[in-house]
């Protein structure tokens, strides 16, 4: 059976931090607003030379070294992001490039903040069928140049950052199952236009009340597929884009937060990269551990959704 197996996690955020005591400055917001709302206190924000590119490959740099691979083993790059820097080539070219990895596929995953379980499932597909051994995926986002800074209700929830994980196919369980989903009837209330000057723009309570929904409906669909319960997972590992969001998702869940990885505190929403940072701040915590049972979700515009069940 060939099983992808996380052999190694790499993170990276930009150096520039900018809490919610700042925004407030420039916005008509307050540090309890948003901590009582979202959950966020603060996020970091790209600087010029912290691209999307360069910050993937610093967190695939990092999750190499912790898998004990060098980049001729990678035989395939996937890189998830709604903002990469060119419009070609992709970001995961640019990766390549700039990580001396030898020619193999290399290709951009889009299904915004659900991108990195989009991400797994594809990596997935192509280790299963044998096409590929040792598949990296990377998410890399720089949200903030689609932010309106004007804008307050949208403004205080994003943030940027990287994260990427080493598979390599194996015998030994690693992700178990992936279910992802979509429905472009919803696709005005969470969108961007390809356009200058076009910001982010969202329905807030239309789109938690539909994350909420299908969380729990996409979380449970996965633990029956796999004979499990609730029980069996050690580790919810969420998107993190509002606090309350996955407060709800894991009480309807049955799962105490205690066991739900929580870093939108500090990161904000970063997009698809907010799964993989998770993910790395777990491992690298010490909190998760081998052998345990993760459940990966992630929901976004699209609308889109999916999980995906890990052995790590
Ligand atoms: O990752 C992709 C998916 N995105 C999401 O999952 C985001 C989902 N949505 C959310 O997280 C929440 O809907 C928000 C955090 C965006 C908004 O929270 P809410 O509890 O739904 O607030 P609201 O939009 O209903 O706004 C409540 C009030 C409004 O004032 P009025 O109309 O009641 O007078 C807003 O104008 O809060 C006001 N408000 C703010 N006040 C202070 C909105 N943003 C802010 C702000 N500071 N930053």
Same mark, same amino acid.
């Given at each position: 059976?060939?099983?992808?197996?996380?052999?190694?996690?790499?993170?990276?955020? %930009?150096?520039?931090?900018?809490?919610?005591?700042?925004?407030?400055?420039?916005?008509?917001?307050?540090?309890?607003?948003?901590?009582?709302?979202?959950?966020?206190?603060?996020?970091?924000?790209?600087?010029?030379?912290?691209?999307?590119?360069?910050?993937?490959?610093?967190?695939?740099? $990092?999750?190499?070294?912790?898998?004990?691979?060098?980049?001729?083993?990678?035989?395939?790059?996937?890189?998830?992001?709604?903002?990469?820097?060119?419009?070609?080539?992709?970001?995961?070219?640019?990766?390549?490039?700039? @990580?001396?990895?030898?020619?193999?596929? =290399?290709?951009?995953?889009?299904?915004?903040?659900?991108?990195?379980?989009?991400?797994?499932?594809?990596?997935?597909?192509?280790?299963?069928?044998?096409?590929?051994?040792? %598949?990296?995926?990377?998410?890399?986002?720089?949200?903030? $140049?689609?932010?309106?800074?004007?804008?307050?209700?949208?403004?205080?929830?994003?943030?940027?950052?990287?994260?990427?994980?080493?598979?390599?196919?194996?015998?030994?369980?690693?992700?178990?199952?992936?279910?992802?989903?979509?429905?472009?009837?919803?696709?005005?209330?969470?969108?961007?236009?390809?356009?200058?000057? =076009?910001?982010?723009?969202?329905?807030?309570?239309?789109?938690?009340?539909?994350?909420?929904?299908? @969380?729990?409906?996409?979380?449970?669909?996965?633990?029956?597929?796999?004979?499990?319960?609730?029980?069996?997972?050690?580790?919810?590992? %969420?998107?993190?884009?509002?606090?309350?969001?996955? $407060?709800?998702?894991?009480?309807?869940?049955?799962?105490?937060?205690?066991?739900?990885?929580?870093?939108?505190?500090?990161?904000?929403?970063?997009?698809?990269?907010?799964? %993989?940072?998770?993910?790395?701040?777990?491992?690298?915590?010490? $909190?998760?551990?081998?052998?345990?049972?993760?459940?990966?979700?992630?929901?976004?515009?699209?609308?889109?959704?999916?999980?995906?069940?890990?052995?790590?």
């Amino acid at each position: 059976m060939n099983y992808s197996k996380i052999l190694g996690t790499g993170s990276y955020l %930009p150096k520039k931090i900018l809490t919610n005591e700042e925004l407030s400055k420039t916005v008509e917001t307050s540090h309890q607003w948003i901590v009582e709302r979202t959950g966020i206190a603060a996020r970091h924000i790209a600087s010029t030379t912290e691209t999307t590119t360069r910050m993937g490959t610093i967190a695939a740099k $990092k999750a190499l070294e912790a898998a004990d691979l060098s980049p001729k083993d990678i035989d395939m790059i996937v890189v998830v992001t709604c903002t990469p820097d060119k419009f070609f080539p992709s970001t995961a070219c640019l990766i390549q490039q700039e @990580l001396g990895i030898p020619p193999c596929p =290399a290709f951009d995953v889009q299904a915004a903040c659900s991108g990195f379980i989009y991400g797994l499932s594809v990596i997935d597909q192509f280790v299963r069928s044998g096409m590929a051994k040792r %598949p990296l995926l990377i998410g890399s986002e720089v949200m903030s $140049k689609l932010v309106d800074w004007q804008d307050r209700r949208t403004c205080v929830l994003f943030g940027d950052g990287a994260g990427a994980v080493a598979f390599a196919a194996s015998d030994e369980p690693g992700i178990l199952s992936t279910e992802i989903g979509a429905d472009g009837y919803q696709k005005d209330i969470l969108y961007v236009d390809n356009k200058p000057g =076009a910001f982010i723009q969202m329905e807030g309570s239309a789109v938690f009340k539909l994350a909420v929904m299908k @969380l729990e409906e996409v979380a449970s669909k996965t633990l029956k597929n796999n004979h499990l319960t609730v029980h069996d997972i050690d580790w919810l590992v %969420p998107h993190q884009a509002n606090i309350r969001i996955i $407060k709800a998702t894991a009480d309807k869940l049955g799962l105490p937060m205690e066991r739900v990885i929580i870093t939108l505190t500090e990161h904000g929403n970063t997009s698809g990269a907010s799964v %993989p940072l998770a993910l790395d701040a777990g491992i690298r915590s010490g $909190k998760i551990k081998r052998g345990q049972h993760l459940l990966l979700e992630a929901f976004g515009g699209g609308l889109t959704w999916g999980t995906a069940l890990i052995r790590y």
